[in-house]
């Protein structure tokens, strides 16, 4: 089929949604006419706006933002001390940890959840369920509210990671930064936020190169990204890396297109160092 062009109301909205950074004119292109080719999607409909934003979610930024109008190279500098302002940037996880627990903790607790889930146990809140994660935890059920149980054996609710203080990386597609909860963002978790999730930063400040996050200062999108499927085997390797232990020999990951991935650019930068051991 021939290219159609994007129409003008399509890349206002684009525009308007996700101003910074700008989106790649080649990436809408090619998910326009993607789209205006599936059953029951028309030009400039909502549908298609819908079905544009949920590509943009479940796409790599990397590949669907424009490279050069991003967030400064350098802001996550040790030495930079800035508040970001104008429009909103989005960003997506790529790594994210619990740094107000011992990594001990957090692997005997992983360890649990995995021996659970071979008996056939559940997680009450959905392992990976995306409107879980933007619905956040029932009022009087939030992760880490209860210790976890790793000694009953056999099917059941899955143990809960404590939930203290996250930490993350993000990257706006170019440049990658580390982050960290200045105020509790229920919504996101170490169980249940996929790698590649998407928000938008707003007037978040940044002190010595780390962005501090709180509810005021974001806007949770959702999605994910290809880097989740591989999310156990990053866990895994960010709490052997804070006990000390070397990391385990690197799969060879497939990419969607059957190319193989030996890098896994989810885990190229380490959350900020934990407070303790």
């Not at 960003?91 to 995995?114: H, M, P, Y």
């Not at 659970?116 to 619905?135: I, M």
């Not at 650019?265 to 160092?273: E, F, N, R």
């Amino acid at each position: 089929m021939d290219s159609v062009a994007v129409p003008a109301e399509v890349l206002q909205w684009v525009n308007r949604n996700f101003p910074k950074p700008s989106v790649d004119q080649d990436w809408i292109q090619g998910c326009y006419n993607w789209a205006i080719g599936l059953d029951g999607v028309r030009p400039n409909s909502q549908k298609i706006l819908e079905t544009i934003r949920i590509q943009l979610l479940k796409s790599s930024l990397s590949e669907s933002m424009d490279s050069t109008d991003g967030l400064p190279k350098d802001i996550g500098n040790f030495n930079s001390n800035v508040s970001l302002s104008g429009v909103p940037t989005l960003v997506e996880i790529v790594s994210v940890s619990e740094v107000g627990s011992s990594a001990f903790q957090l692997d005997q607790v992983r360890k649990g959840r995995e021996e659970r889930l071979r008996a056939g146990g559940y997680d009450e809140h959905g392992e990976g369920d995306e409107e879980a994660n933007l619905e956040g935890e029932e009022e009087g059920e939030e992760e880490g509210e209860e210790e976890a149980d790793l000694e009953v054996e056999g099917e059941g609710p899955l143990p809960r990671y404590p939930r203290s203080m996250l930490a993350f990386v993000l990257s706006d597609g170019t440049t990658q930064f580390q982050a960290m909860e200045y105020k509790t963002i229920p919504q996101l978790s170490l169980a249940h936020t996929p790698l590649g999730f998407k928000l938008q930063l707003k007037e978040v400040r940044f002190i010595c190169g780390v962005a501090n996050l709180e509810p005021d200062n974001v806007i949770l999108l959702g999605g994910e990204s290809d880097q989740n499927q591989h999310r156990d085997y990053y866990l895994r390797q960010n709490l052997r890396e804070r006990m000390g232990l070397a990391n385990e020999p690197t799969p060879e990951f497939e990419d969607p297109e059957g190319e193989n991935d030996e890098n896994g650019g989810a885990g190229a930068l380490s959350p900020p160092p934990p407070t303790h051991n």
